[in-house]
């Protein structure tokens, strides 16, 4: 099992703000990595997938880079609708894990 | 367009047997490359991945939850079936199936179904 550790849990920002989170893997993934982001009551949408091509439709504020063990996701410029919880996910193997999560909350 | 809709109960007993269809459209399961997963969500807790389905009928379950599950698929009607048996309050939760294409990570999810597990 590939475990992630993603930090943080949680992350108060202002609007315009540039946000980065975390996501570490217990051994390398090359770049199997995606990016979720969730908000409250809602099913998770993909951001970002292979680490760091954007989903079609997902603002170029929002990045992904990283490969092996250690990805970031970056948001650029945070927006209003950007407050929620974002989710990494491996997809190198089986069991296809998540990571724990990080809320991003208006500071 | 694709899209995914759970269905199933909405409240199930200690030790029964959960079974959560998924119906979709826009796309089939019987090309190449395609999958349609499960995960849940306990309330206010991190995703968890249990089970997916590909094209081929390829199975892939989570290790410490694949004593209880099953995942099967009808590609005449378009669904995804998953069954989990000897439900506990702690499979409460909000059940989703999602779109994987190329069998990787889930472009498209659908809306969910909450499970509440209750005596």
Not at chain 2, 45 to 59: C, M, P, Q, S, T
Not at chain 2, 61 to 78: V, W
């Amino acid at each position: 099992v590939i475990w992630m550790t993603q930090s943080p849990s949680l992350l108060s920002a202002s609007t315009g703000d540039r946000v980065t989170i975390s996501c570490r893997m217990s051994q390398g993934i090359s770049s199997y990595l995606a990016w979720y982001q969730q908000k409250p009551g809602k099913a998770p949408e993909l951001l970002i997938y292979a680490a760091s091509t954007l989903q079609s439709g997902v603002p170029s504020r929002f990045s992904g880079s990283g490969s092996g063990t250690d990805f970031t996701l970056t948001i650029s410029c945070l927006q209003s609708e950007d407050f929620a919880t974002y989710y990494c996910q491996q997809y190198y193997s089986f069991p296809w894990t998540f990571g724990q999560g990080t809320k991003v909350e208006i500071k | 367009q694709i899209t995914l809709k759970e269905s199933g109960p909405t409240l199930v007993k200690p030790t029964q047997t959960l079974t959560l269809t998924c119906t979709f459209s826009g796309f089939s399961l019987s090309t190449s490359g395609v999958g349609v997963g499960w995960i849940r969500q306990p309330p206010g807790k991190a995703l968890e991945w249990l089970a997916l389905i590909y094209w081929d009928d390829d199975k892939r379950y989570s290790p410490s939850l694949k004593s209880r599950l099953t995942i099967t698929k009808d590609t005449s009607k378009n669904q995804v079936v998953l069954t989990m048996t000897n439900m506990d309050p702690v499979d409460t939760a909000t059940y989703y199936c999602a779109h994987s294409y190329p069998g990787s990570y889930f472009d498209l999810w659908g809306r969910g179904t909450l499970v509440t597990v209750s005596s």
